[in-house]
T-cell receptor, first 112, second 114 residues
Framework: GEDVEQSLFLSVREGDSSVINCTYT??????LYWYKQEPGAGLQLLTY?????DMKQDQRLTVLLNKKDKHLSLRIADTQTGDSAIYFC????????????FGAGTRLAVHP | GAGVSQSPSNKVTEKGKDVELRCDPI?????LYWYRQSLGQGLEFLIY????????KSGLPSDRFSAERTGGSVSTLTIQRTQQEDSAVYLC????????????FGQGTRLTVV
C-alpha cells in the first residue's frame, strides 16, 4: 500500500538552513505537498509541487523532487524561531480515490 | 463559511459515553477526511469520503468508531463507549478531487475522556 515516511525530529540553529526529507511510494502521485502545523493549531498548506517538476522555490522555501528515488525534500533557508513546527509531507493516492496520504510529520526545533 | 468548520472545539466526556463530532467542509469540496492526532504525534487516518463513492473506512481503529456524511456535505464522526485512549485532537479536512487536491483543515476538536 501507499506509505510516506519522514524522520521524526530535526533540530537546527537559528539562521541555518533546515532540510526535511520525505520518501513516498506512489510513483503516480500528481501532486506532493508540504503542510505546516504550529503548536495548538491545525495544518496549513505550506507549498506543493507538481510531479513533472524537479524543483520549486518560494521565498525561503525550496522543494526538491527526485521521482526516480521517490524522494521529496523541503529546505528552509535562514531558519527562524517562528519556523518551529511540525512539517508533514503528503502524496496523492492515484488508486482512483485521489486520497491524500500523510507522513507522520517532522518536528522542527529552532534554537538560538 | 470560507473554511472547514469543526464543532465543538473542545469536548470533555466521561468514559463510556458516546460523542459526536461535526465537520462542515468547504462548499463544493466533494472529498472529506477525518484524522486523529494524539498528543505530540502525527496524523492517523480514520476515514475518507469522496462524492457518492463508498467511504474508505480502513483507518477506523475499532467498531466503536463510525462516520457518516449526509447530502455530500456535513460529516459526523461518532465514537461510542469512549475510552481514555480515544483522547486526541480529531481533525477534519476537505478538498476537491480533481486537479490540485490540496486539503484544507479545520482547527480540530480536542476530545478528552476522563
Amino acid at each position: 500500500g501507499e506509505d510516506v515516511e519522514q524522520s521524526l525530529f530535526l533540530s537546527v540553529r537559528e539562521g541555518d538552513s533546515s532540510v526535511i526529507n520525505c520518501t513516498y511510494t506512489d510513483s503516480s502521485s500528481t501532486y506532493l505537498y508540504w503542510y505546516k502545523q504550529e503548536p495548538g493549531a491545525g495544518l496549513q498548506l505550506l507549498t506543493y509541487i507538481f510531479s513533472n517538476m524537479d524543483m520549486k522555490q518560494d521565498q525561503r522555501l525550496t522543494v526538491l523532487l527526485n521521482k526516480k528515488d521517490k524522494h521529496l525534500s523541503l529546505r528552509i533557508a535562514d531558519t527562524q524561531t517562528g519556523d518551529s513546527a511540525i512539517y508533514f509531507c503528503a502524496e496523492t493516492d492515484s488508486g482512483g480515490y485521489n486520497k491524500l496520504i500523510f507522513g507522520a510529520g517532522t518536528r522542527l526545533a529552532v534554537h538560538p | 463559511g470560507a473554511g472547514v468548520s469543526q464543532s465543538p472545539s473542545n469536548k470533555v466526556t466521561e468514559k463510556g459515553k458516546d460523542v459526536e463530532l461535526r465537520c462542515d467542509p468547504i462548499s463544493g469540496h466533494t472529498a472529506l477526511y477525518w484524522y486523529r492526532q494524539s498528543l505530540g504525534q502525527g496524523l492517523e487516518f480514520l476515514i475518507y469520503f469522496q462524492g457518492n463513492s463508498a467511504p474508505d473506512k480502513s483507518g477506523l481503529p475499532s467498531d466503536r468508531f463510525s462516520a457518516e456524511r449526509t447530502g455530500g456535505s456535513v460529516s459526523t464522526l461518532t465514537i461510542q463507549r469512549t475510552q481514555q485512549e480515544d483522547s486526541a485532537v480529531y481533525l477534519c479536512a476537505s478538498s476537491l478531487v480533481r486537479g490540485n487536491t490540496e486539503a484544507f483543515f479545520g482547527q480540530g476538536t480536542r476530545l478528552t475522556v476522563v
